[in-house]
Each structure stands twice: as C-alpha cells, then as structure tokens.
C-alpha cells in the first residue's frame, strides 16, 4: 500500500475499555472502527509488537554482609 491510501478499518475499539464500564460493551458511542495496528497502538499495556524474551543482565550483583547476618533481616 501506498502511504496516501487509506488503511481498511478491520477492528473495533472501545474507547472506554470494558475492565472499567463493562455496561459500555456494546454501546455504539463507545466503539471506532480502526486498523489493527492502529488498535495495537491504542492498547500499548497489552505489550504488541514488543519482544516477549526477557535478557538477562550479565552484571554481578554484590552486597555487603553484615558482621551478624540475623540482625540483619
């Protein structure tokens, strides 16, 4: 697709999410259509298009052990 032409409309969105008024589920000043990766771009907390693999850090890490560990915790 060329940038000027427009991307189809293939999901629907609810601009109040259901977690916060679920009576809004179908309620049709509660909904836009929109492309999916415009929907992705509206739920960033659901994590799309990020990578799911978490590294690992590769740093020690130290602390200092105090001389009587029980007074410690």
Known sequence: MQQDEPTPANTVHH????????SKALDEDNLISVCYECHNDLHPEKGFG?????????RIKTFEVNSNPESFW
């Open 50 to 58: 990020q990578s799911k693999s978490k590294t690992k850090s590769k």
């Open 15 to 22: 601009i109040i999410h259901l977690k916060d008024d679920p």
